[in-house]
């Protein structure tokens, strides 16, 4: 705000004619008049903000609003162009940091162009990533109809699951593909040019976070291959594609085995070769597959999805060798070779119809059922856990006066080979920080003398069965009383109705033993 005297104005309340100096406000940025005294008004001129400009961008005008003259400096600090007196230290300027204009302008335009360049090869990576979506999207129109084509004559729902597959897959593409990163570049390029040398210094840190936005947008703009194969069809099984790499392709004579799972779940071996040129061959191993046709995908993958190799065929009866590239130059000048002759390929195998599955299935679990009789023939009982439980109340153990020599034994059980085991629980005292805690101490204990090899399992349960107390070991017996399988210590402090371990007064024990060897054998 400031004042002046400099006009001659008539009053209202003077006799016509008369004239005096009145005080006129005004703000120093946007020059606009707010009042005006006269002598008759009978109070002091107030300074203060106009309120109305506060905000306005000083570009409004070129000249400084301190002093009325032509800006050509810079203040870093009050963020608003100068004159050449504000220099001089003042109150409104003390300490401050300036630049010249124009200098300011440049650097700030060398960075924005700058940044706006990187945007421009951000969106260029991103013309790459839109070539392989719609290479993937002609892959899913191809493979769509070559599905329709192998279920011609089939049911009218098996086409309309796959169409519908299909479109899915294609909609999220376009809508993928439809993304346009050059427009919003555009709009905001003609926009900076058409800012003033003061808006640009103005709006610089805005322009800086939307570039930045924009750069970001398109690093983020990535690509998940869609599977073009693997359509919802009840009656055309799944393909799924095995990824392997081969190094050093030139000088690799003897071919690379690959497992692979087809659709069936059933392993495959895919024998790859790469010299004198690229084939593969694959071998079941349950020989009865090879009397089914399946359905075989071989690619070599190239980092542009739309040149990458593809070859799809039926194999029937023999394994034979099929070839997709008889020249390994053709490779390397097409960009197929990674760096140290690295090439990277992909196979899948699947029925090549759901009822040549259906019959893959059927085979399978007829073998399946033969191989289980089998097993349960042949098991052993020494696998058979025997166990039982323990039920011990506490109140026996929390009095001090109760010795340490008391001992309580579970009922015995009898493993396969005829030993006898059961689980000992015994007061312990021990001192811990000069005060004796009473302990509970917990055993396994065979009760035969012959020696053995077993493993065995001790469980404190819990009315929460995730906080309840297990412990678990192998351990050789040889006698009675000889403490193996010594579980930690339990603290009967900790045994409380709060916890969790106490269910009616009492304590819940679990123990079992699976016999491993018997007599030392």
Known sequence: MQSTKSLFLPCEYCPVGTEFKADIACCRECKAILFITCPHDGFDLEVQRCTDCSDRIFSESTMCGFHFREMHYFCLDCIRGVCSECLVPSAAHG???????????????????????????????????????????????????SLLADLEGLYETAKQSIRASAIQRKTALKEKLAVDFAAPRDILEREIYSLSKYELIKLHPALIKHITQQMAACVGYTHQEVDSYGFECPLIPRLTLSTIRIDNITK?????????????????????????????????????????????????????????????????????????????????ANGFLLQNNVIV????????????????????????????????????????????????????????EVPSSVRIHSDAITDAFGHRWCLRVK?????????IRVMLGVYIVQLDTVRCRCKYFIILHNKDPSKRMYTSG????????????????????????????????????????????????
């Open 427 to 435: 007061r312990v005292a021990r001192s811990v920080r000069s005060k």
């Open 95 to 145: 300490g401050h940091r300036f630049q010249k204009l124009g200098t300011l302008y440049t650097i700030n335009m060398k960075q924005v162009l700058r940044m706006m360049s990187n945007l421009s090869v951000s969106i260029s990576n991103t013309n790459i990533v839109k070539r392989q979506i719609a290479k993937n999207l002609e892959l899913v129109e191809v493979n769509e109809q």
């Open 474 to 521: 192998e351990e050789e017996f040889s006698a009675m009383d000889q403490n193996f399988g010594k579980n930690a210590c339990i603290d009967v402090a900790d045994l409380t109705e709060e916890s969790g371990f106490v269910f009616d007064g009492m304590l819940r024990f679990q123990f079992g033993v699976t016999p491993i060897t018997s007599n030392g054998t």
């Open 345 to 400: 390929l992909r196979i899948g195998i699947r029925s090549s119809s759901l009822v040549v599955e259906n019959e893959l299935l059927k085979v399978q679990q007829e073998k399946q059922q033969e191989a289980t009789m089998k097993v349960e023939e042949v098991s052993s009982e020494q696998n058979v856990c025997c166990s039982s439980f323990l039920h011990l109340r506490l109140s026996d153990y929390e009095a001090e």
């Open 252 to 332: 690799r004579k003897v071919p690379v085995q690959l497992a692979i799972t087809d659709s069936s779940g059933f392993p495959w071996t895919a024998m790859v070769a790469v010299f004198p040129w690229i084939s593969v061959q694959l071998f079941p191993k349950d020989e009865t597959l090879e009397c089914f046709p399946h359905r075989v995908v071989f690619e070599i993958v190239h980092r542009d999805l739309a040149k990458t190799l593809r070859r799809s065929f039926t194999i029937t009866d023999l394994c034979e060798e099929m070839t997709l590239c008889e020249d390994v130059k053709f490779l390397r």
